[in-house]
């Protein structure tokens, strides 16, 4: 798994790319050169785009700068980053040789790169754009200090349990409405033979995922956003509430298959083959819209056939949460052809972009214009509908939000309390001491 950089696409091209193997010669050779068909207000410029995707993700990205070419007459090069986007970005901007646009998985290094003084704002007809088509939650995320420099393109939706809908069916069970109907389908799930979930306790940011969701369900989005802050200390009795009821899950054997101690052995990609794979070992697992993917092209899983979700339930009557991450495209202004950076960026704003993504799968889109028609299954389009219902009360990935030392390392930080924790979900109070003790040291407040 590449877990340098913390974002969600990450996860979804490195388990994609754990399980499938899928490779491009274009990242190999670093990069890809798309042309023009035709000439535009851009002929003879070229504009030189990086970001993390690698497979599939490169593959589809690519075919929206075709469009792009098609449009304008520039041409385009793909250099695919790294893990470390801030890295990359760095040496390439010391060296003389910035990419005119970098698609930034994490809202901290938006920050970080609009503090160092290396982006362009976004122009009035990119802001007019998004402004027309994205909930003004998107974006607060991609400006700073009052300046709007990150346009959202590509998002996933982190609030979907995934389940084998064969096994539901074995056990009269259907979707639940509340977490606590979760939990009792969990029961009758494990009394007819399959464990409830498959939890990838390995990979601790997919614990940070089952906390964040249940968080924002029970406290609400304005603690969420001032825990996201450290403005709020992880020993309020809202995180230890939250810690309580998610240690209720970890501590049942019927509902984490194996227990604990194989949930900790358990990475991202092994979980989804213990639900979709060929010897299931569970009905569901918790995580992102990018699970259909996985289950469908690894598994060979039909997406509302054979493979199914339903939204991670409210929990304590709080309304059902919507946590998000995604790719933000940015300008530098090292780049050589900055200028037509911004205009591959009032592309990206407009819907026609994003449904080019959008049929060749594996996408969802924050803004509201896209077609949902433009989507290639019913699956993909429910998952696309939900993000885009849920408006401004959409998150963003806490962790993704945090500095690394606490949100994105593994075997340190809330990563690693989050494992300690699933191992002994007996002392919340004790976790949640310990959770703001690493945040306090890594926020530096």
């Known amino acids: 798994m590449r877990r ?33 068909a035709s000439g535009g207000e851009l002929d003879g410029k070229t504009v030189t785009v990086a970001g993390v995707w690698t497979g599939s993700e490169q593959k589809n990205f690519k075919k929206v700068l075709d469009a792009f070419s098609e449009k304008t007459g520039a041409k385009t090069v793909f250099v695919p980053s790294g893990d470390n986007v801030s890295t990359f970005v760095g040496s390439k901007i010391e060296g003389g040789n910035a990419p005119d646009v970098v698609m930034v998985p994490q809202v901290g290094v938006i920050q970080q790169f609009a503090k160092e003084g290396w982006l362009k704002p976004l122009s009035d007809e ?65 009394d007819s033979g399959r464990p409830a979930f498959a939890v990838a306790g390995e990979d601790g940011w997919t614990l940070t995922d089952w906390f964040e969701n249940i968080y ?48 900790l052995q358990t990475d991202f990609p092994a979980s989804v083959e213990q639900v979709f794979g060929p010897e299931p070992k569970a009905g569901m697992v918790y995580e992102g819209d990018f699970v259909g993917g996985i289950a469908k092209d690894e598994f060979g899983r039909k997406l509302g056939e054979d493979a199914d979700f339903f939204p991670f339930p409210g929990v304590d009557g709080g309304r059902a949460p919507v946590v998000s991450g995604g790719d933000a495209a940015v300008v530098l ?113």
């Open 216 to 263: 924002l369900s029970q406290a609400g989005p304005e603690k969420y956003d001032r825990l996201a802050k450290h403005e709020l200390k992880w020993t309020d009795e809202s995180v230890v509430t939250a810690l309580t009821t998610l240690g209720e899950l970890f501590k049942d054997d019927r509902l984490v298959a194996g227990g604990a101690k194989s949930a």
């Open 333 to 445: 202004k090292d780049g050589k052809n900055s200028e037509a950076g911004m205009k591959l960026l009032e592309f990206l704003a407009t819907p026609e972009a994003a449904e080019v993504w959008a049929g060749a799968g594996g996408f969802l889109s924050p803004n509201t214009n896209v077609s949902f028609d433009a989507y290639g299954d019913d699956t993909t389009r429910s998952t696309a509908e939900s993000l885009v219902a849920a408006g401004n009360s959409v998150r963003f990935d806490m962790s993704d939000q945090a500095p690394a030392a606490f949100g994105g390392t593994k075997g340190a930080g809330e990563w690693k309390l989050l494992q300690d924790f699933l191992r002994d979900p007996s002392d919340p109070k004790g976790t949640a001491a310990k959770l703001e003790a690493a945040a306090a040291k890594a926020y530096g407040n």
């Open 126 to 190: 990119t802001s007019k754009t998004a402004d027309a088509g994205l909930a003004p939650v998107w974006k607060n995320y991609g400006t700073v200090d009052d300046t709007y420099y990150g346009l959202y393109f590509k998002a996933a939706h982190k609030s979907t349990v995934w389940y084998s809908p064969e096994a539901f069916t074995q056990a009269g069970v259907s979707a639940p409405k509340t977490y606590e109907d979760l939990l009792k389908v969990g029961h009758t799930l494990a």
């Open 4 to 36: 340098t950089a913390r974002s969600t696409t990450l996860r979804t091209t490195a388990a994609a790319s754990a399980v499938l193997g899928l490779t491009l010669g274009a990242t190999a050779c670093g990069g890809g050169t798309t042309g023009p």
